[in-house]
């Protein structure tokens, strides 16, 4: 059973960076891609970020390209989103998925099969 858990959430000031974590395990991940989504009070989930964990294309939203770097550590079988030049509008719930199908809507999160359980980043200015 695949399982996603997200960690490394917190309060940080706006300039600030995070870095969440999500350890994935139940399987091999391979040919999977790994999405970072996120949910702000009120507003419908977002993608951020998406990499394919075979070959490490990384796919990234217009709000936060330049500030956000998704990565895979394929030893500890963990999918990291270093955020840095936090923003208040950063924050949000974000959760971590995985597609099995790896298809080119990567940031449509109903191709995504797997979910976390979400971790909270609050930015205060």
């Known amino acids: 059973q695949v399982q996603l858990v997200e960690s490394g959430g917190g309060l940080v000031q706006a300039g600030g960076s995070l870095r969440l974590s999500c350890a994935a395990s139940?399987?091999?991940?391979?040919?999977?891609?790994m999405g970072w989504f996120r949910q702000a009070p009120g507003k419908e989930r977002e993608f951020v970020a998406a990499?394919?964990?075979?070959?490490?294309?990384?796919y990234y939203a217009d709000s936060v390209k330049g500030r956000f770097t998704i990565s895979t550590d394929n030893a500890k079988n963990t999918v990291y989103l270093q955020m840095s030049s936090l923003k208040p509008e950063d924050t949000a719930v974000y959760y971590c998925?995985?597609?099995?199908?790896?298809?080119?809507?990567?940031?449509?999160?109903?191709?995504?099969?797997?979910w976390g359980q979400g971790t909270q980043v609050t930015v205060s200015s």
């Open positions: 998925a995985a597609d099995r199908n790896s298809g080119r809507y990567y940031y449509s999160q109903n191709k995504y099969d797997y």
């Open positions: 990499i394919r964990w075979s070959g490490g294309s990384t």
């Open positions: 139940g399987r091999t991940f391979t040919g999977y891609t």
